[in-house]
């Protein structure tokens, strides 16, 4: 699955119904929308962009359309983190990382998972 050619907002939308593993618009409106001041016609649309653009399945259950994302949250979350690195990065992953060095609280197991991935982009790059 990849995010090209949708906006932030539906990034943002499509984050939150991969996370809850599916959702109504009723739901998606409660608990996305509101907050952000978005009407329940507003996520309906959005929803069934993202349905057209085959990020969302829609599947009637008990009288009303449960969407879920056809890829898995992982998936969905990689290719949000992808399409900001390329957007707002221009491609690199360098600024990311100087935050997490000099901002961000990481934990030790969220340190341990870097390192994992730092060792196999490496195994990667040598293998190439």
Known sequence: ??????GDQELALLTYIAERGG?????VTEGFGAPRGLARTTVLTMMERLR???HLVRRRTQGVYRYTSPASQRDVLRDVVGSFVERTLGGSVSPFFAYLT???DVTDEELTELETLVHSLQKRKRKS
């Open 1 to 6: 699955m990849s995010t090209k050619g949708i």
């Open 23 to 27: 959702a109504t618009v009723g739901e």
């Open 52 to 54: 057209r653009k085959k």
């Open 102 to 104: 000099e901002s961000a």
